[in-house]
């Protein structure tokens, strides 16, 4: 996929953060102390990274969030600018802006810790907001944001016949007239088996299974799998967001389409450190599939 005149145009409403990711041989144990290897400061949050995957897959794209008046405001609303994301609906609320403090080994895995921050002052919408997402091909949304925010979002894109799509993470229990408002849902299989029967009213579900690949649900109980390509992992952080905001992107072109594109978007993701600046490129992800 390349940006088209009839690339998709996709909202993401959704979370920015600044990422502090150490790396280290291993991670602790409960009260241990450990050598770090090295420290990064990386752009990332689930909203921020989709939406970029979303534009370098070639998609339009447009970020609804909210950012702090501290020192990592400025530098979260470039990291955005940088990656053409329209940020006309990034708002600066008073406080500091979300962080998460990222501790990654030597095998590539991580451990993450969230602190909302602004994120969490992302409570309601403006007339302006609400008419970006009736504009849209695709309203994506994940859930480091108030839900209320998430429910409100999704009803009005529902009512403007704009395509749903979300990734339930971090997973908590949501209301039934939520899930109702969902056309698809991307999350892991361990999201999946939390979820359970929630996921049954969903009409598309994606679970992502690691260096396994990834399966569809979808109407009809339409069944389909994608294995990843092979690579050399580095780092795992923000590999779901990669495939999650690669998948929107594609969806217009078919599940199966939309599948081979996002797992391979996922799996590059995983060769370079940090979150936003691992994501892959349409180029880069064109050139793995016609390589296979």
Request: aromatic residues 4%.
């Amino acid at each position: 996929m390349t940006a088209e005149s009839d690339a998709p145009v996709i909202v993401v409403l959704g979370s920015i953060n600044m990422d502090l990711v150490t790396t280290t041989a291993r991670r602790p144990d409960p009260g241990e102390t450990v050598l770090g290897t090295g420290f990064a400061m990386v752009p990332g949050g689930k909203g921020a990274n989709q939406v970029i995957a979303a534009q370098r897959s070639g998609a339009v794209t447009q970020f609804l969030g909210a950012v702090g008046d501290d020192m990592f405001a400025a530098e979260l609303r470039r990291a955005l600018t940088d990656s053409d994301v329209a940020v006309e609906r990034l708002r600066t609320v008073p406080g500091p802006s979300g962080i998460a403090t990222i501790v990654v080994d030597d095998g590539g895995e991580n451990t993450i810790i969230v602190v909302g921050g602004a994120n969490t002052r992302l409570t309601e919408l403006t007339d302006a907001d609400l008419a970006a997402i009736a504009a849209a091909d695709i309203l994506l949304c994940q859930l480091e944001i108030p839900i209320d925010t998430v429910a409100t979002a999704a009803r009005h894109a529902r009512a403007h016949d704009t395509t749903v799509l979300l990734n339930p993470s971090p997973v908590r229990c949501l209301p039934a007239e939520l899930w109702a408002d969902i056309d698809v849902a991307v999350l892991n299989s361990g999201e999946a088996e939390q979820l359970g029967a929630d996921l049954t009213p969903v009409p598309h579900v994606v679970v992502t299974r690691g260096a396994a690949g990834a399966t569809y649900r979808g109407p009809g109980d339409i069944q389909l799998s994608r294995p990843s390509p092979h690579v050399d992992v580095i780092d795992t952080t923000g590999a779901g967001d990669a495939f999650t905001g690669a998948l929107a992107a594609a969806w217009r072109r078919g599940p199966q389409w939309a599948l081979n594109w996002a797992c391979t978007a996922g799996s590059l993701a995983t060769t370079r450190l940090g979150a936003s600046s691992a994501i892959p490129t349409g180029e880069e992800i064109a050139a793995v599939m016609s390589a296979e």
